[in-house]
C-alpha cells in the first residue's frame, strides 16, 4: 500500500493530478500508470503537497515522462532537489515548471520552437 494520495480532476481540457504525502516507488508507479493511460493531452502534476520525496519516486517518473509523446505536461510544487535529480534522469523539470505566462509547455523531447533555444 502507498504512502501517498493521487487525486485526479479535470480543469478545462487538462488532467490535473495532486499528489499528497511520500512520492516513493509504489506512488511514483501508480502515478505513471495513470498519466499512461490519460486520455487527455495536456497534465499538471501537482507536488505542493507532498511531505517527502523518495529518489526512487522521481527516477520512475522521469522514465515515465520520457515514454509519453505527444502529451503536455506541467509540473507544480518542485524542489531544488527534485528538479536536479529529474535533469539527472534525462526530464529538463525546469522547462516543465508551470509558468504564468506560458500555458503550452512541450512534451521533454518535444522539439523546441525556434524563440524557445537560447
Same mark, same amino acid.
Given at each position: 500500500?502507498? +504512502?501517498?494520495?493521487?487525486?485526479?480532476?479535470?480543469?478545462?481540457?487538462?488532467?490535473?493530478? %495532486?499528489?499528497?504525502? *511520500?512520492?516513493?516507488?509504489? +506512488?511514483?508507479?501508480?502515478?505513471?500508470?495513470?498519466?499512461? #493511460?490519460?486520455?487527455? #493531452?495536456?497534465?499538471?502534476?501537482?507536488?505542493?503537497?507532498?511531505?517527502? $520525496?523518495?529518489?526512487?519516486?522521481?527516477?520512475?517518473?522521469?522514465?515515465?515522462?520520457?515514454?509519453?509523446? #505527444? *502529451?503536455?505536461?506541467?509540473?507544480?510544487?518542485? %524542489?531544488?532537489?527534485?528538479?536536479?535529480? $529529474? *535533469?539527472? $534522469?534525462?526530464?529538463?523539470?525546469?522547462?516543465?515548471?508551470? %509558468?504564468?505566462?506560458?500555458?503550452?509547455?512541450?512534451?521533454?523531447?518535444?522539439?523546441? %520552437?525556434?524563440?524557445?533555444?537560447?
Amino acid at each position: 500500500m502507498s +504512502c501517498c494520495e493521487i487525486d485526479r480532476e479535470i480543469v478545462g481540457s487538462v488532467a490535473r493530478y %495532486r499528489v499528497t504525502g *511520500k512520492f516513493e516507488g509504489a +506512488c511514483a508507479f501508480d502515478l505513471a500508470h495513470r498519466i499512461e #493511460g490519460e486520455p487527455l #493531452g495536456e497534465l499538471t502534476l501537482d507536488f505542493s503537497q507532498c511531505d517527502e $520525496f523518495v529518489d526512487y519516486g522521481i527516477a520512475v517518473l522521469a522514465s515515465t515522462l520520457l515514454s509519453i509523446p #505527444g *502529451k503536455r505536461v506541467h509540473l507544480e510544487g518542485l %524542489r531544488q532537489h527534485q528538479l536536479r535529480l $529529474f *535533469k539527472y $534522469f534525462g526530464v529538463d523539470a525546469e522547462e516543465l515548471l508551470q %509558468r504564468e505566462n506560458d500555458s503550452v509547455v512541450p512534451h521533454p523531447t518535444a522539439p523546441r %520552437r525556434p524563440s524557445e533555444v537560447a
